[in-house]
């Protein structure tokens, strides 16, 4: 049979109804005797006569519904086995093909197999009070289309296989009073028409995430009476619709912040009879429509701020039998977010005083119950602010009746509330049980002040971590009961905090003379201080009469800031992404910020290139440029202190040429420049070589500006050729070269080669004769020589005469910048005022060489815009050839000075810069490798001859002169002599 039972000890009896208008089936049961039955059938048989005899029109109809009710237990139903198609209902179930309701409850059915209902229409199936333990898939696949209720209570199901219900128009599901203590994910999918579902007592402990997914039109849960210890959103999840909620009389303990997220449509929510301590801001945040709310008989002793502030729409809200007591006296307005509130129940909450702000908000508030709470006092207006108040509960004998509660027995007698108060006074002992009603205005005064009063408030501290804290609370009252004390750190009680206590009596004045009143003192230590122990701390001192909360003192524990991750030296190519990391820890948590070069100007800000990343503590420079070198610091700051942390960022390039490198072609004797301004970072080092082979450096090769410069003083033919410039760093070699041609001057080369062919063609043919001719050559040049001499003595005497005393420093040496002056012939010469660098020997420096030493440097043009030449011989000091010119000195004279103006008659000898150069600033480029701004020495009248220097070469020139001439008349008279000998 489809229906498997229990066996019985006699063989079970079918009665089977053949009448179409049958409308009870009675099937008994086996264990009763003969005459039970005949009366069954003869019930049975009366009914359906009724039936035919009363409803005529019935006999017509051709669908008849029919009820099939099994009233008695232990009953068993055989259903005959089915021989036409699948789903098909045998012909014995012809009479019930209109079937829409089955009653087989308080039976022994231990299981239910697949295909064991046919097709019948079926609305209702009632399975109740059975011994139900298995459901094999698809059992119910038959009644699919029609079945909308279906009731399993009190069966001995203890697992629901997923998937189980496809009932797709259920709408009512049962399964109460079995075993099931787990229900897994997607356990009901497929019941998407269900609205209601029981599971009461079935000793659930856990809900699986989905548990309920896919009930989406679910508005009733009823999971009261099981053992469920938390809310969560888990297995909330799915249930859009939900309007009820029953959770009452589990374990429920904790409701997590989000639990609410998928029941924003929830109206009624029952957490009655649970283990709930705590109701945290965020237990309720999303239920902004509900409209009743039952937490009555829990632990509840502390309702943080704000709460209720997201049940804008609740009527009703249960809270009675917790401990809330504290949250009334001390709280400011608990309840004020409640602006809809019809009802609240506070009965049995221990409350003792009800302040002026307890219930500030509850304007719409119409039924209050304060019953079973020994309430000593009540603040004046109280209850002013509920303005609705149609009915207030309170029972109470342990009233402080002086003059703070005078105004308490009139208001409640004008508003017509003495049926449902009941108040006497318990203090002061001539009041003690009377009631509030029968003392006199009169009889209300205030004596004394029994209740504690706080007479020094905890301070607000800040403290480093490790430290130790002292918060001092003290409190006073004329009443000796005993007192009892109670630290609060954001509301709750510190259980185990050392704590020490200690009561003096003091005397205090008053309108009715000297009264003792006892000071009590309660200190609070909080040895090494964490992070943890910041908060808000409050004392309560209570005794009989009530008790009394001090402010709330914050505690800030505070440590400086320390880093964890510290920014390091970054090298870096161009172009790249740089990355520098920075983090701290520290109470409270330091801020993160960063400079580089000790300002806040960062060049890759401006360009958009910059990104500071929180979240991941992480400092990105996209596309690195040279400008992004520098120092980064990174400072880590809070309320303690500050620190920082500093790397640098290096940007690596490969070396490269800033100029062209440009081939130099220089006139013999001239002084050759040679540029290679290099590039890179770091910054490359220079090589020379000269034709692919090392560099023969010369006293007349100087190198300057790191070796960026080649100066090649007094150019000769071999020093022609190809100079290639190397420059090299971490990344890389770079290489140029640069051709420097040497040609020959015909005004100065000329004349010396014509001179020394001359003297070699005449040189072969000395003799007797030629010794004559020698020595009248020689006695001429010797009278042209001490004519000459005679001549400038004269010109100096005569400038004196014109001239000012000025002293003159000769030098000879000065130590120089690296770097080499700007202002460099375009054609590779020197001009106007240069300074050239030869190694020390110690080879680390170079020592600056005199302009003196190597011959006077000329303007490139003169007034014409021509150059004419002018050779000089730098070591001899004798001029091969000029022209009319001027001559501008760079440095203090030298003793070559004087040969030099020796031959130069007609030429004008200046110093300092010339008159076009001297008034004007420098260009950017010349700024650059130049020592403008350097002191120089410059003309008295800048049109005098020799200006002040005519007085410092009198004296050389003038013992120049005298010594040519004594050797002049010296080489006569050998001359001579020999000449006569010869």
Known sequence: PPF???????????????????????????????????????????????????????????????????????????????????????????????????????????????SSFPALPLKNLFLNNNRIS????????????????????????????????????????????????????????????????????????????????????????????????????????????????????????????????????????????????????????????????????????????????GLSNLQMLDLQNNEISWTIEDMNGPFSALGRLRKLLLHGNQIRSVTKKSFSGLEALQHLDLSNNAIMSIQANAFSQMKSLQELRMNTSSLLCDCQLKWLPVWVAEQTFLPCVNASCAHPQMLKGRSLFAVSQEEFVCDDFPKPQITVQPETQSALKGTNVTFVCSAASSSDSPMTFAWKKDNEVLNDAEIHNQAHLRVQGGTGGETEVTEYTTTLELRNVEFSSEGKYQCVISNHFGSSYSTKARLTVNMLPSFTKMPMDLSIRAGATARLECAAVGHPLPQIAWQKDGGTDFPAARERRMHVMPEDDVFFIVGVKTEDIGVYSCTAQNTAGAISANATLTVLETPSFLRLLVDRTVANGETAVLQCIAGGSPPPRLNWTKDDSPLVVTERHFFAAANQLLIIVDAAEADAGKYTCEMSNALGTERGDIRLAVMPNPNCDSGVQGGMGAGMVSGPGLNGDGWTTVGIVIIAVVCCVVGTSLVWVVIIYHTRRCSEDCSVTNTDETNLPTDIPSYLSSQGTLADRQEGYVPSESGSSHQYMSSSISGFYLPPKDMNGKTPPVCIDSYSCSLTNSKMRDYFLSEHLDLCSSSVLMQLPNASLHLGLPPQQSERRPSGEEVGGSDYGKPHEGLSPPNTFMGESAVHLYFPISICTLVRLVVASFLCRNLWEGSLEA
Not at 13 to 41: G, K, M, T
Not at 290 to 302: A, C, H, K, T, Y
């Open 4 to 114: 498997s039972a229990a066996p019985l000890p006699t063989a079970p009896r079918l009665i089977r109804a053949s009448s179409s208008n049958s409308r009870v089936l009675f099937l008994p049961s086996c264990a009763l005797d003969n005459i039970f039955v005949c009366v069954c059938v003869c019930v049975w048989t009366w009914t359906c006569l009724h039936t035919w005899k009363h409803n005529p029109g019935v006999r017509r109809q051709s669908n008849t519904r029919y009820f099939c009710h099994l009233l008695e237990r232990r009953c068993l139903l055989f259903l005959e086995q089915t021989t036409g198609s699948p789903g098909s209902p045998p012909s014995s179930w012809g009479p019930f093909l209109a079937l829409e309701t089955l009653d087989l409850s308080n039976n022994i059915i231990v299981e239910i197999k697949a």
């Open 134 to 309: 298995s459901l094999e898939t698809g059992c119910f696949t038959n009644l699919s289309s029609s079945l909308q209720v279906l009731r399993l209570n009190r069966n001995r199901l203890s697992s629901i296989p997923a998937k189980l219900f496809q009932l797709p128009n259920l709408h009512h599901l049962e399964l109460s009073r079995n075993r099931v203590r787990r229900v897994e994910g997607l356990t009901f999918h497929g019941l998407h028409a269900l609205r209601s579902l029981k599971m009461q007592r079935n000793g659930l402990n856990r809900l699986m995430d989905g548990a309920f997914w896919g009930l989406s039109n679910m508005e009733v849960l009823q999971l009261d009476y099981n053992n469920l210890t938390e809310v969560s959103k888990g297995w909330l999840y799915g249930l859009l619709t939900l309007q009820q909620l029953h959770l009452g009389h589990n374990a429920i303990s904790r409701i997590q912040p989000d639990a609410w997220e998928f029941c924003q449509k929830l109206g009624e929510l029952d957490l009655s009879f649970n283990h709930l301590s705590r109701l945290e801001e965020s237990s309720f945040v999303g239920l902004s429509v509900l409209d009743e709310l039952q937490i009555g008989n829990n632990r509840v002793s502390f309702i943080a701020d704000g709460a209720f502030r």
